[in-house]
Structures are given as structure tokens and as C-alpha cells.
């Protein structure tokens, strides 16, 4: 088994087919699309693929060290959402190619229209254990 | 195994220890150890006497703490001092954990740990499972607070109003995972109320029976929030109602108004109104002024401009919000639905998904949005 993240961010991709923001939706796709999310993670609670998920409220800052005796710099906020970590959700899977099926199937999350939004998510690998064996 | 029962135990039986000589935060871990061991054991061996047991291995459990890091002598002059457990000073010394466990010293964080686990009883594991956090990070917080404690006398003094404000952050954290927080908060809460006999614990008691009340109608069958105004009231629990209100009406009587007393003044009016076109809003809005008399809290003034709205029309609950911060949390979702009953449906659209952009948790943001897409789908239509 192999850990794999599927996070949803706004930074480098491609806009998605099905770009319209969520509040110019009908309210029964935003139901529909919340459905569809809550169903995906507990399938894969069921075939025990799952391992945890998170979501990131959009708020927040950049900070950086600034010297001995001085507080922390702070820089924003930036709202701006193609630079937006919005949450992700970790498996754990047989292989790299279950990883991309499952990121394809949580890319077809129904938007505006009750249509698919062929969302990109980036697919990343965890650092694997040291096997005991290879040595 | 009464899991209840056992966890009612709990502080007494650290009470017992104390009482013996045993130091706060020895006696507390040691008790913890007879905690998990009474989970292991009790089910196959259930013991005749629950609490005679929790006190031996409790005792045992600290012996063995006190022998592995202080002299045999220390120990024999424990074991000499032993009294016979008694019921003299159960009530006292169970009321000092209390006080102990939010000691104003502690952060709230660590208070609300620490009085789960030496007053409510629960478990290390549970604690962190109820917090979404690793057994070993809540485990360090809990021993990080008795650190700090080490100072304090037991029998030390201690203030009712930082004990129920402690109970009250367990209790909004809801639940998540098999610990129910806003049940054990209310568990421990009427065992704080047969040890003291301050309005405000009762008030905090009513105010926490109340707003249960309405849990099995807060949410839909898909697991959506649904806000009060389009609850489905036969849903809600007319027993607790009940028991609430009788609360509160004692409490009240002593006229010794506090927060909680008028917060759950607040949550009686919405109980009483079988409709939510019948409730009492003119009340409502005393009761916020009494409560913002009391705290002065931006939130309470948020809350009150919501009912301003209802009493004297959106209008009139816009130019009470108008008079606050902005930043507050919230503040954009009340805007919203102000101006939505004002009929500024454009405005009310921004502004649910402005709230929804910054909501503090997941289905509160999803409700923002979804009315969000409501209104933009009459603007569309």
C-alpha cells in the first residue's frame, strides 16, 4: 500500500471545464455536489482506502522570521483564489494507478448544471517507510 | 459497564485519594491508570462495589507512582495515615476539583482537558479523539496543566464563573467521533449542580438543556444545517424543554441575573413559540439588552440586531448592525439576512457568500452558500 494526496488547489492548473463559482449554482447542485463528496470518502472508509481529509478556510497570511527580539512579519492576506489551498484528502492504495482513478473520480464532483466539473487535483505521493528488508 | 456510572466515580474517587494525602496530580493520573484498567477489566469481572475498587487500584496505582520516584519511608507514612474512605468531605473535595481543574491559570484549552478528564471521567483516548487531536499531544496537555497547578492548594478558594465558562466551551464543541461533548457537558454540569447552589450553574444548566432541546431538528436528513426559524418544532425534546424552563424559573427567582440566566431566558422564548412566527421577539431583544448590560459582548449586540430585525423590521436590525465591527464572525452572514428580509435580494447574495467565505466551519459554509445560490437564482429568474 502506498499513501497518495489529492490536493485541491488553484495554483498552476488549468482552469476546470465547469468553471462557474458555487454560489451562481442552483441551490439543489450545491446539495448534489456536497452529496457527491460525502459519498466518495465514505466509499473508500468502506474498501479502506481511506485515510484522512481536510479543508482550508480561505483566510490567511504569510509569515516570516525577522530577526532576533523582533515579532514575526506578517504579509497579506491574498485572497487572491488562483494562489488557494482549498483542502485535500489522503488514501492510501495498491498502486499509483488506483491513485489517479480515484483523483478522476473526485474530479467528476456535478457543478453548475448537475454536469461534472473536471476539476485538476494534483496527485503526490508520501515518502514510502524504510522497508526492514532493504538494507 | 455503566460507562455514566464509572465516570460519575471519577472525581470522587480522586477526592478519596486526596483526601489520603496523595497529591492532586498523582492521584489524578493514578485514578486515570484505574480508569482504563476498570474499561479492561469490568466487563468479564464486573466488581460488587465500583467505587471501593476504583479507590483500591486507584491507590495501588499510586503507590507504585510513589515508590518508583520517592523514598519506601514517604510510602509507609502514606500507607500509616490512611484513613477509612467516608462520605464527610465527598461533596467539598469533589466541588475543589472543580474549581482546581479551571484554575484561572490555565488556559482554556488545557482547563477544558483537564476537567474532562478528573470531573468528567473520561479517558485520555477520548479526550483526544473528541478534540481531533493524537493521544500523546492530549496526554502532554493534560500533564502540562497539573504541572502548572503545582503550586496551588487544593482547598484553595475557587470562582463558580470560571468553572461554568469552561463547561461552556465543552459543551459548544458539539460532537465528533463517539464522544458526545454537549452531553458530557451537561452530565457534568448537573453533577456541579448538586454540589453548589449558584444561579449562574443553573443557569448554564437550563441555557445547555434548552439549546439540546433542539438538536434532533438542527439538522436534515442529508446532514444540512437547518436555522431555527425553519426547524421542524415537533422535533424537539420536550422533556429537556421542560426541565429547562422549571431550571431557569428557579433560578431566576433568586434574582441574581447573570450571562447564562439570560442567554437561556433567550433560548425558553424560542422553546415556547410552537411556531416561528409566534416567538416573542420584543422579549427577545430585553433579554439581549440585559445580556449585553451584563458583558458588554459584540457578540450578544450581533445577535441582538438579528432580533431588532425580527421585532421592528430588517430596517431597524441594519441600523443596529451598522454600529458594529465589521470583522466580527458572522457579522456578513447577519448582514445577509437583513438585508435579504429588506428586500435587497443583489446585497443579501453578496453578502451570503461573503459569510460563506469566511464561515468558521464546514456546514455553516456550505449552508452560506447554498443561500447564496438561492437568492442569485431568483435574481436570475
Redesign the interface.
Known amino acids: 500500500m502506498a499513501k497518495y494526496l489529492m490536493l485541491k488547489h488553484y495554483q498552476g492548473a488549468p482552469a476546470s471545464v465547469n468553471n462557474i463559482?458555487?454560489?451562481?449554482?442552483?441551490?439543489d447542485?450545491?446539495?448534489a455536489h456536497?452529496?457527491y463528496m460525502?459519498d466518495f470518502a465514505d466509499r473508500l472508509k468502506t474498501t479502506g482506502e481511506y485515510v484522512s481529509e481536510q479543508?482550508l478556510?480561505?483566510?490567511g497570511q504569510w509569515v516570516r522570521y525577522d530577526g532576533e527580539g523582533r515579532p514575526p512579519v506578517t504579509d497579506g492576506p491574498f485572497a487572491e483564489t488562483k494562489d488557494l489551498i482549498a483542502g485535500w484528502m489522503i488514501i492510501d492504495v495498491d498502486s499509483y494507478d488506483r491513485a489517479v482513478e480515484l483523483a478522476g473520480e473526485l474530479s467528476a464532483a456535478p457543478g453548475a448544471g448537475g454536469k461534472p466539473i473536471h476539476e485538476w487535483l494534483e496527485v503526490r505521493p508520501f515518502y514510502g517507510v524504510t522497508a526492514t528488508a532493504s538494507e | 459497564m455503566n460507562d455514566t456510572l464509572v465516570r460519575e466515580l471519577v472525581p470522587q474517587v480522586i477526592g478519596v485519594l486526596v483526601r489520603r494525602g496523595a497529591d492532586f496530580a498523582t492521584a489524578e493520573d493514578a485514578v486515570q491508570e484505574a480508569l482504563v484498567e476498570a474499561v479492561r477489566a469490568w466487563p468479564e469481572d464486573p466488581p460488587r462495589d465500583p467505587k471501593a475498587w476504583l479507590v483500591t487500584v486507584g491507590w495501588r496505582k499510586f503507590l507504585d507512582a510513589v515508590r518508583s520516584d520517592a523514598s519506601r519511608r514517604q510510602r509507609e507514612e502514606l500507607v500509616e495515615a490512611e484513613p477509612a474512605p467516608g462520605p464527610v468531605h465527598d461533596v467539598d473535595d469533589t466541588l475543589q476539583l472543580y474549581f482546581l481543574c479551571a484554575h484561572p491559570s490555565l488556559s482554556p484549552a488545557a482547563a477544558v482537558a483537564l476537567t474532562l478528564r478528573a470531573v468528567g471521567g473520561l479517558t485520555t483516548r477520548q479526550i483526544a479523539e473528541a478534540y481531533l487531536v493524537p493521544e500523546a499531544t492530549m496526554a502532554q496537555r493534560i500533564s502540562r496543566a497539573k504541572r502548572s497547578l503545582n503550586g496551588v492548594r487544593f482547598d484553595e478558594p475557587g470562582d463558580v464563573g470560571t468553572v461554568v465558562r469552561v463547561l461552556y466551551l465543552v459543551f459548544n464543541e458539539g460532537y465528533s467521533g463517539d464522544v458526545d461533548l454537549s452531553a458530557e457537558a451537561i452530565r457534568v454540569t448537573r453533577q456541579l449542580a448538586q454540589l453548589t447552589d449558584h444561579p449562574e450553574v443553573t443557569g448554564l444548566l437550563a441555557l445547555m438543556l434548552l439549546v439540546h432541546a433542539r438538536r434532533p431538528a438542527r439538522l436534515d436528513a442529508s446532514g444540512a444545517l437547518v436555522p431555527l426559524a425553519e426547524q421542524d418544532r415537533t422535533r424537539w425534546d420536550t422533556v429537556l424543554i421542560t426541565e429547562g424552563v422549571g431550571i431557569l424559573q428557579l433560578a431566576l427567582a433568586r434574582d441574581q441575573l447573570g450571562e447564562f440566566q439570560a442567554q437561556a431566558a433567550i433560548a425558553a422564548l424560542h422553546a415556547d413559540a410552537r411556531r416561528a412566527a409566534d416567538t416573542d421577539w420584543v422579549q427577545i431583544v430585553e433579554w439581549y439588552d440585559e445580556l449585553v448590560a451584563l458583558t458588554a459582548s459584540p457578540v450578544a449586540r450581533l445577535n441582538r440586531a438579528v432580533a431588532v430585525g425580527e421585532a421592528d423590521g430588517a430596517r431597524a436590525g441594519l441600523a443596529d448592525l451598522a454600529e458594529l465591527d465589521p470583522a466580527l464572525p458572522r457579522y456578513d452572514a447577519v448582514a445577509a439576512y437583513l438585508h435579504e428580509r429588506a428586500g435587497n435580494t443583489a446585497t443579501a447574495a453578496e453578502r451570503y457568500a461573503a459569510a460563506a467565505r469566511v464561515a468558521p466551519n464546514i456546514p455553516e459554509r456550505d449552508h452560506l452558500t447554498r443561500q447564496a445560490a438561492r437568492l442569485n437564482a431568483r435574481l436570475r429568474s
Do not use: F, N
Open positions: 463559482p458555487m454560489d451562481q449554482w442552483e441551490p447542485e450545491v446539495t456536497i452529496h460525502r479543508a478556510s480561505p483566510e
